[in-house]
């Protein structure tokens, strides 16, 4: 599969007459690609069953005919006024009970039948219309599921689907109480119909309640999906994605991305960096104009796993965005560096978010490629260069990392519902790991809940994951990986009940989680290694080895052969020495890399990323400032 490049373009905002001079310009500057669609809806049908395809007909003819290939969006993120005229019902409602208004994008209910009925007409007829058009190489259904907290919604059409759903899956609500523990404060419930939505309580709502509501918002957005998968598949054979976000976790995307032949996903690596990242403040102001090192790779290697191996970027931040804190401009290079870690991550394509910057509406401060005069942007000479380096570079050439870090929905909803510590959560602690394994030069795979074939690695981190199946304890125990266990791993089970006997409850690894703390930022625990315990700990005891300790002398790993419980969530400094030991027992050859230079290895390439603002010189190669070297391997 060779490596290509794209934009996104809306030709309706554009007069039709600049179709044809912007598409011969994309054609120049290298690219292969170009999605259209996805916010047309009120263009395509002006009034209800009044449709006007006649002018999408020319934009597909006109972009295939300069010899694009169209990734066609379907329409359903930008439900048009008149929907909410017929259907007044199907804005979303929101923690405090108050609908989401019109006027932006995604206010929509996932579990309104009648929209999804609407939107299943229009995915429908655009299928049918455009499923066999040889220009459309590729369908994105709707836009970034959950982007602007749009998973979640507590109306009342999401509360009479969620009582069908805990029907389905307790089958009495007898076993509902058991399961829930309802005793506890006399929460019995007599019927499904009388289970209200956990918000608007007095005081926290009944932990088994959130986490059954969050999976069943979840499994709506899967159904949502799957209604227009099966509608566009049965028109065409063009592979179908849909375009994630970044640090979106309240959806399984693994769920989503079993019914879609690629994943993609929307890279904003500066917009991302003081909202979605969690760093301090120093760390912030290090990476202002370049990102985080870390956040985007995670996704990509996320993304791959949701992608089944096959992934691409849809959006690629290409200058100042306008909706974070700070709107900085990327520093001279990042563009490419981030275009180049894509493709070292096995991305087989990425498009850039926008073609030309809007004069008007929301995002008119948002860069694209051209300046709102149709001028080049600066950011032109970036995509030429790597346009250029693509000529000659090899194809897709997919590789195992000797690492892999099990990623699961399921466990961010419980610790969501739970985090026991302000501002802990799942996806942190995962980042943290991460970041740790980075550092040491390793790629990195990312693995799902579901996974039970483990051959090929030499470590697999296991961190966080609240409930855990005992046949995945088990295919863990039996691989031949190094593999570590926690914090808080096998915490919970199936409906958020503390197990007995005693988590994490991993056959032939004799360690006993028997109590658990958070901790304030301002009290971490001293290790006698270096570092510390920060955010959580799980107090140990049992009889395996222990082989990380507090100052104090309290175990805070214990070990049994290949098999490791790790009862805190460790610092930089503490993860470090942790994990290059481990590698070194795994026979997983480590490199010391500076903070912002990272490496990534393909089948046939290695590449060095500079994350930093100045040259950096680094086993024995010098790469500059947001600069990336790529030797072959
Ligand atoms: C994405 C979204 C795009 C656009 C972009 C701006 O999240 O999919 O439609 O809004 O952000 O950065």
């Not at 088994?208 to 099966?230: E, K």
């Not at 795994?586 to 230079?597: E, N, Q, Y």
């Amino acid at each position: 599969m060779k490596r290509t490049l794209g934009t996104c373009y809306y030709p309706e905002q554009w007069p039709s007459k600049m179709w044809t001079e912007d598409a011969r310009r994309m054609v120049d500057a290298g690219l292969t690609w170009v999605r259209i669609g996805e916010f047309s809806w009120a263009k395509l049908e002006p009034t209800p069953g009044n449709y006007c395809w006649e002018w999408l007909d020319q934009a597909i003819q006109t972009l295939g005919d300069a010899g694009l290939k169209v990734v066609l969006g379907t329409p359903t993120a930008t439900p048009p006024r008149w929907m909410l005229t017929r259907h007044p019902d199907m804005l979303a409602v929101d923690v405090e009970g108050r609908p989401r208004k019109f006027g932006s994008r995604r206010h929509y209910c996932f579990s309104h039948e009648p929209y999804q009925a609407e939107c299943a007409k229009i995915v429908g007829l655009m299928a049918a219309r455009y499923g066999a058009n040889p220009y459309v190489a590729a369908w994105q259904t709707d836009n970034e599921y959950g982007c602007h907290d749009t998973t979640i919604s507590y109306s009342d059409a999401a509360r009479a689907a969620f009582q069908d759903w805990l029907a389905l899956r307790y089958g009495s609500v007898d076993q509902l109480n058991v399961d829930w523990g309802n005793t506890f404060w006399s929460m019995d419930y007599g019927s499904f119909a009388e289970v209200d939505l956990p918000n608007l309580t007095v005081t926290e709502a009944n932990p088994a309640h959130c986490l059954a509501f969050r999976r069943f918002s979840s499994d709506q957005v899967v159904a949502f999906n799957r209604r227009q998968v099966d509608l566009i598949r049965a028109q065409t054979d063009a592979p179908i994605t849909h375009n994630y976000m970044g640090r979106i976790t309240d959806f399984d995307h693994f769920a989503v991305g079993d019914d879609l032949d690629f994943a993609s996903w929307d890279s904003y690596p500066l917009g991302f960096l003081e909202d979605r990242v969690g760093a301090d403040a120093a760390r912030q102001r290090a990476f202002a104009r370049q990102g985080d090192p870390d956040f985007q790779a995670l996704h990509h290697d996320l993304y791959r796993a949701v992608g089944k191996g096959r992934w691409w970027v849809m959006e690629q931040q290409p200058g100042p965005v306008n909706w974070a804190p700070y709107n900085p401009t990327p520093l001279p290079g990042m563009v490419r560096l981030w275009s180049w870690e894509a493709f070292a991550h096995g991305a087989e394509a990425v498009c850039y978010f926008r073609w030309r910057q809007a004069p008007v509406a929301q995002e008119q401060l948002h860069a694209g490629l051209l300046r709102p005069d149709s001028v080049d942007a600066g950011v032109m000479e970036e995509l030429k260069q790597v346009t250029a380096e693509l000529a000659d570079a090899s194809d897709v050439a997919p590789l195992q990392a000797p690492v892999a870090i099990i990623f699961d929905y399921d466990a961010d909803f419980a610790w969501t519902v739970q985090p026991h510590g302000a501002g802990l959560s799942y996806f942190g602690l995962i980042l943290d790991v991460y970041r740790g394994l980075r550092r040491l030069g390793l790629s990195v795979d990312i693995l799902p809940a579901s996974a039970r074939d483990f051959a090929g690695y030499g470590l697999v981190m296991v961190p966080g994951m609240m409930a855990m199946a005992d046949d995945l304890k088990a295919a863990l125990g039996a691989s031949d990986a190094q593999v570590v266990y926690g914090p808080r791993t096998g915490a919970r089970n199936a409906e958020m009940g503390i197990p007995t006997p005693l988590p994490p409850a991993i056959p032939s690894l004799d360690v006993t989680v028997v109590a658990i703390e958070s901790l304030r930022p301002d009290c971490p625990i001293p290790l006698t290694t270096g570092g510390h315990v920060i955010n959580y700990r799980d107090v140990l005891e049992g009889g395996a080895e222990p082989v990380l300790h507090t100052a104090t002398g309290e175990a805070v790993a214990m070990r049994d052969g290949k098999q490791t419980y790790l009862g805190g969530w460790l610092d930089g400094a503490a993860l470090h020495i942790f994990l290059q030991d481990l590698c070194e027992k795994a026979g997983i050859a480590t490199l010391d890399l500076p903070d912002g230079v990272r490496v990534r290895d393909t089948g046939t390439e290695r590449f060095w990323f500079n994350y930093t603002d100045a040259a950096v010189t680094c086993h024995g190669r010098t790469i500059d400032a947001a600069g990336v070297v790529r030797e072959a391997r």
